[in-house]
């Protein structure tokens, strides 16, 4: 009996993640008259720099994976656009938080020589922002700009088809070097931040992606 009860239960599960799958690829905004969305490049309101290209692209690539939806970019013609705007803390240690501080003559003694004083560096940077995509039909010009301000946020209208704001995080650790590696810190650091934030935009996709799934 238990037997039979497994292979039932394994079928089940076969033909609902088959299902799934199905469901994942079809156009979930059909229903809006929509076959095409345009996807200009993300709006960069943050003080975090380089954020808006990766956001752009890994959006583009998961609409991208919709049956039925055809994705532009740029400023083509489409049946919809999708607008992006990237913000985060206006204090940059609020949008980049540093945590975990380390003592520099412990971490890095010969780097810091004898005769300057100890001081404090973060092991662990956090970094903290959010995209608000607003999927729009048929946008003018001035739409467009009420929606990127402040007051865009609170929109609603036969128009708009999505108006959502998503949380990014992620973080990082900062490495500290001595000797001649001293030289290649920041570009190490800088590194680490971008990785970051493309994870971040990887992410903020797949958000996207579940809340459609999920709504639509």
Do not use: W
């Not at 290209?53 to 049956?67: D, G, Q, R, V």
């Not at 940059?92 to 938080?97: F, N, V």
């Not at 128009?159 to 570009?187: C, H, M, P, Q």
Request: charged residues 25%; contains cysteine.
């Amino acid at each position: 009996g238990m037997r039979i009860i497994l292979m039932l239960c394994s079928i089940f599960t076969l033909f609902s993640c088959a299902g799934y799958r199905f469901q994942e690829k079809e156009n979930p905004f059909a229903q809006y008259g929509v076959k095409s969305i345009t996807i200009p490049m993300f709006y960069n309101k943050s003080n975090l720099s380089n954020i808006s290209a990766p956001m752009t692209k890994e959006m583009y690539h998961m609409l991208s994976t919709f049956s039925g939806l055809h994705i532009k970019s740029g400023n083509d013609d489409a049946d919809a656009v999708l607008i992006g705007i990237v913000d985060a803390p206006s204090q940059a240690k609020e949008s980049r938080e540093a945590t975990n501080l380390r003592s520099a003559k412990n971490a890095a003694e010969e780097a810091l020589g004898e005769n300057r004083e100890d001081f404090y560096i973060p092991s662990t940077t956090n970094v903290r922002a959010s995209l608000r995509l607003i999927l729009l039909k048929n946008p003018s010009e001035k739409e467009i700009e009420l929606l990127k301000s402040s007051l865009g946020k609170f929109a609603v209208g036969p128009k708009i088809i999505v108006n959502e704001t998503i949380a990014l995080s992620g973080s990082f650790t900062r490495e500290i070097y001595s000797d001649e590696a001293i030289d290649v810190i920041d570009t190490q650091n800088r590194s680490a931040l971008r990785s970051t934030v493309d994870d971040m935009a990887k992410n903020a996709a797949q958000n996207f992606k579940d809340m459609i799934l999920y709504a639509f």
